[in-house]
């Protein structure tokens, strides 16, 4: 199942008098704990695409109220199934988002004028696979191996950190990305 949730229009009920600005983190808190509400009822696998296109201003503070503890909650809750996308932020509010899940040692998917690319904190190898798959769609271990030029050993620890990150799915022996789902 895949979720999208308009983080301006979450903005815009909680916190009416911002407009298009998440700034401050008692502002990040309350459009957090909204998409919260909005996750509690989802069951099963989910990509949560967290669409920012409307948004002009993200700052670090939010980042991490919003995104960052998003992620490490749904990282510490082994029963939910939750993988998130962010779509729609500019080239800026990538980096501020990247500096703040380096920080933290976390990482997600950002598409960003149509490719996906990991932001924050993933091995090198982890990166380079995760490439791969963008542009392959799917692969098997094997695949990215070859495509690496690495062993199958090294291909399947990549693969295998992308996955417990929530970075790609793995179904039937086939990894993909998020968007592949």
């Not at 967290?50 to 919003?66: P, Q």
């Not at 995760?130 to 542009?135: D, E, G, H, Q």
């Not at 094997?142 to 295998?160: G, I, N, P």
Request: glycine share 6%; hydrophobic share 50%; aromatic share 2%.
């Amino acid at each position: 199942m895949i979720t999208q949730i308009d983080v301006r229009g979450v903005l815009a009920r909680v916190v009416p008098d911002h407009l298009t600005d998440l700034v401050t983190r008692p502002t990040g808190r309350a459009v957090r704990s909204s998409i919260e509400e909005e996750l509690a009822l989802l069951t099963g696998r989910t990509v949560v695409v967290l669409d920012f296109s409307a948004v002009r201003i993200i700052d670090c503070s939010c980042a991490d109220e919003i995104v960052a503890k998003l992620v490490a909650a749904s990282l510490a809750d082994a029963g939910r199934d939750a993988f998130f996308l962010l779509r729609g932020l500019t080239d800026e509010q990538i980096e501020d988002v990247e500096v703040v899940l380096r920080g933290q040692r976390l990482a997600l998917v950002a598409e960003a004028s149509g490719t996906l690319r990991v932001l924050g904190e993933v091995a090198d190898q982890a990166r380079l696979a995760f490439a791969r798959l963008a542009t392959r769609g799917e692969a098997r271990p094997e695949d990215v191996a070859q495509d690496l030029a690495c062993s199958l050993e090294e291909a399947r620890a990549a693969l295998d950190e992308l996955v417990v990150r929530r970075l790609v799915m793995r179904e039937a022996g086939n990894y993909r990305p998020l968007t592949a789902a």
